[in-house]
């Protein structure tokens, strides 16, 4: 009794592994969620560095603008605009963006840091203000920095995951150009 049993389920089983009937469903199963993860990655890492190359860009027509002295008496908040005019990629530009601008001593080289002072969205955004904004002297050489907050668009996949981000999800962009102030 006992042989026949297991002989019919070895015949079932056998039976089972050579059906060709739902191959292509399993094949579909196996190879759509790795080319989603993989579409999903590529589309992240196209939106991150189109964001990026806006925020760089905008930074360096408005510190040529600072330079040239079409910016007047500039303010954190001007500058701010005139970057968030150009960077049309950047989700609410003017509350997740903060701008450094700092004199840079040439004999020291004082006044470059490597980390970017960035918005903390876990504070109020309203409050925040930046930690250095300094328009400088004439001929002195100036450092601008710009950082953007964002959240990925696909947080749970892989490129998602792997980058760096702060308390909130948030993952910062930072563009960094420099210049010296003309004498008057």
């Not at 930074?59 to 500039?74: C, T, Y």
């Not at 960077?87 to 997740?96: E, F, K, M, Y």
Request: charged share 25%; aromatic share 6%; glycine share 6%.
């Amino acid at each position: 009794m006992t042989r026949s049993l297991l002989s019919r389920i070895g015949r079932r089983l056998t039976r089972l592994w050579r059906d060709e009937n739902g191959t292509s469903t399993m094949e579909f199963v196996l190879v759509v969620p790795a080319i989603m993860l993989i579409f999903t990655g590529a589309f992240e890492a196209g939106m991150l560095e189109i964001r990026y190359v806006m925020l760089d860009r905008s930074l360096d027509i408005a510190v040529r603008e600072l330079r040239l002295g079409q910016i007047p008496n500039p303010t954190h908040d001007k500058l701010k605009a005139e970057i968030c005019k150009r960077a049309a990629l950047i989700p609410d530009c003017l509350n997740s963006v903060m701008l450094e601008l700092r004199p840079v001593d040439t004999t020291t080289w004082t006044g470059i840091d490597t980390s970017a002072s960035c918005i903390d969205r876990s504070e109020d955004i309203n409050t925040q203000k930046p930690p250095n904004f300094n328009a400088g002297g004439d001929d002195q050489l100036m450092l601008v920095r710009a950082c953007a907050v964002m959240d990925p668009i696909f947080p749970t996949t892989s490129l998602g995951l792997a980058m760096k981000k702060d308390a909130t999800g948030a993952y910062h962009l930072v563009a960094t150009s420099a210049f010296v102030n003309e004498p008057s």
